[in-house]
């Protein structure tokens, strides 16, 4: 089982859209989550970091679910914009080991 | 303030060639990290530094594979010699701590023919 796996997509959805994504982690023990957009040809970058209780930044929503061991990214009102490759990053486990990331779902909104 | 910065933007060799990709970390931050993007494998992390010192280097693929971090604000990564199968999107991303985020520079893309 991969440390952090994502749904590859595309998700084809219209402008205006809600669209979710989940992600899912293998260790019980990661400590921070993050998600971050990586747009074609570019370098990824920090879209928001996931808080035990939830986090909301403008359109878009992140939840953790320690128990069942995933994290969430919520998309409201969709805007060609958005139309990226969202990557799912988590610390493995304790001590100074860096980010995973996983693959990344690939996002792409639609006039 | 100044992002990581890499350079060359973009490197085009024939195999067998030694390559040097260069990065400058944000000011401040402690921790580098080098990694590689294929379409196939994703985003792979190859190697990071701590106060200059390579504290794991467990993804860096072979010994053609080399880098060093001889000050806070250098770093470098060597192939020598390059093979087709190196040809990828290599970034550099630094931090403060690498439980927490990371901020990548723009990349250097790779073509080894």
């Known amino acids: 089982r991969k440390e952090v796996e994502q749904d590859p997509g595309p998700f084809n959805v219209p402008e205006g859209a809600t669209v979710a994504f989940n992600c899912t982690y293998s260790n019980s023990a990661s400590q921070s989550f993050f998600w971050y957009r990586q747009d074609c040809r570019k370098e990824p970058k920090l879209l928001m970091s996931?808080?035990?209780s939830g986090n909301e930044d403008g359109r878009f929503t992140a939840q953790l679910n320690r128990a069942s061991q995933y994290i969430s990214l919520l998309i409201r009102d969709s805007k060609l914009s958005d139309s990226a490759t969202y990557l799912c990053v988590v610390n493995i486990g304790t001590g100074r080991r860096a980010l995973t990331f996983g693959s990344g779902t690939r996002l792409q909104v639609q006039p | 303030d100044a992002g990581v910065i890499q350079s060359p933007r973009h490197e085009v060799t024939e195999m067998g060639q030694e390559v040097t990709l260069r990065c400058k970390p944000i000011s401040g931050h402690d921790y580098l990290f080098w990694y590689r993007q294929t379409m196939m494998r994703g985003l792979e992390l190859l190697i990071y530094f701590n106060n200059n010192v390579p504290i794991d280097d467990s993804g860096m693929p072979e010994d053609r594979f080399s880098a060093k971090m001889p000050n806070a604000s250098f770093s470098t990564l060597k192939i020598q010699p390059s093979e087709p199968r190196d040809s990828a999107v290599y970034f550099c991303?630094?931090?403060?701590?690498?439980?927490?985020?990371?901020?990548f520079g723009p990349g250097t893309r790779l073509t080894v023919t």
């Open positions: 996931v808080y035990s």
């Open positions: 991303a630094s931090s403060h701590d690498p439980r927490y985020e990371q901020y």
